[in-house]
């Protein structure tokens, strides 16, 4: 009976120390991404409004793109209603945003 009760101590012993290890290595994990995003650089006012300037910017430039298109492309294009209610749901959606 006693060396019934020292296995069941070394197996829940053996258990324990298996539980506990894989917790502490997730914790080890957590604790490098977090110090991984805290030594990355602080993103600024002034970048975020430039990174907005130019997400502006290069919609203006594509709008104007899509308008070329639309001029050279023949009246009778059988996917012009297509891409005109694509169109539509893109403004829809920038609006949105």
């Known amino acids: 009976m006693l060396e019934n009760l020292r296995m069941e101590t070394r197996k829940n ?23 991984m995003l805290l030594q990355e ?6 970048e975020l409004e430039r990174l907005t300037n130019d997400t502006k910017r290069l919609q203006r430039d594509c709008m104007g793109l899509e ?4 001029a050279s492309a023949p009246a009778d ?21």
Do not use: H, W
């Open 13 to 35: 012993r053996e258990l324990n120390n298996e539980i506990i290890g894989r917790e502490l290595n997730d914790k080890r994990e957590r604790l490098q991404r977090t110090e």
């Open 41 to 46: 650089p602080v993103t600024t006012q002034s």
């Open 67 to 70: 308008d070329k298109l639309k």
């Open 77 to 97: 294009d059988k996917l012009g209603i297509f891409k005109q209610q694509a169109a539509m749901l893109v403004k829809k959606k920038d609006l949105k945003q």
